[in-house]
T-cell receptor
Framework: DSGVTQTPKHLITATGQRVTLRCSPR?????VYWYQQSLDQGLQFLIQ???????AKGNILERFSAQQFPDLHSELNLSSLELGDSALYFC???????????FGSGTRLTVV | AQRVTQPEKLLSVFKGAPVELKCNYS??????LFWYVQYSRQRLQLLLR??SRESIKGFTADLNKGETSFHLKKPFAQEEDSAMYYC??????????????FGTGTLLAVQP
């Protein structure tokens, strides 16, 4: 157990739907990062939150949004889902950047 | 521009042979580099971080700023080393704003 908890582990939904992925960071970590891993795009950075504030943004689609709550857990909302959104979505957290980023086990999203 | 390049998609070696997984980076700042390992599309596990100069599971990596490289090496490969290996660069924008960018990964296959 890495200390970063992601739920659900698997999600199957239909095109056009909306889903919410949840991440609880490791205790004491203030930063949360979201990544998308697909076979054709590899590991893509989506967004970073630090202590409730959005900090860094990557190639995140407008249909996707995220937030970090006062208890530091984070949610990634994916709406108007398309087949191409099927991927593994990872959350990571960090305390100090030089010590690395700890990843959760991911949520496997399948859009049918 | 920030970039991490892993030129080999697949590296196949025999058990007991030396392994070198190549990683080159492009970054204008002071680089913070990591190696992550992923078994069967499970959680990304931190293998090495260059600032700590550790040796984990027999793997080592040395940062060469002149060649902008951070190659991963192991003198004698084991079958259990078979996995996907990702080189990653921490990009820092100041303060707590940062992100981790990944190379495309190298699949290491250790044959018996």
């Amino acid at each position: 157990d890495s200390g970063v908890t992601q739920t659900p582990k698997h999600l199957i939904t239909a095109t056009g739907q909306r889903v919410t992925l949840r991440c609880s960071p490791r205790s004491g970590d203030l930063s949360v990062y979201w990544y998308q891993q697909s076979l054709d795009q590899g590991l893509q950075f989506l967004i970073q939150y630090y202590n409730g504030e959005e900090r860094a943004k990557g190639n995140i689609l407008e249909r996707f949004s995220a937030q970090q709550f006062p208890d530091l857990h984070s949610e990634l909302n994916l709406s108007s889902l398309e087949l191409g959104d099927s991927a593994l979505y990872f959350c990571a957290s960090s305390a100090y950047r030089g010590y690395g980023y700890t990843f959760g086990s991911g949520t496997r999203l399948t859009v049918v | 521009a920030q970039r991490v390049t892993q030129p080999e998609k697949l590296l196949s070696v025999f058990k007991g042979a030396p392994v070198e997984l190549k990683c080159n980076y492009s970054y204008s700042g002071s680089p913070e580099l990591f190696w992550y390992v992923q078994y069967s599309r499970q959680r990304l596990q931190l293998l090495l971080r260059h600032i700590s100069r550790e040796s984990i599971k027999g793997f080592t990596a040395d940062l060469n700023k002149g060649e902008t490289s951070f190659h991963l090496k192991k003198p004698f490969a084991q079958e259990e080393d078979s996995a996907m290996y990702y080189c990653a660069l921490s990009v820092n924008y100041g303060g707590a704003t940062n992100k981790l960018i990944f190379g495309t990964g190298t699949l290491l296959a250790v044959q018996p």
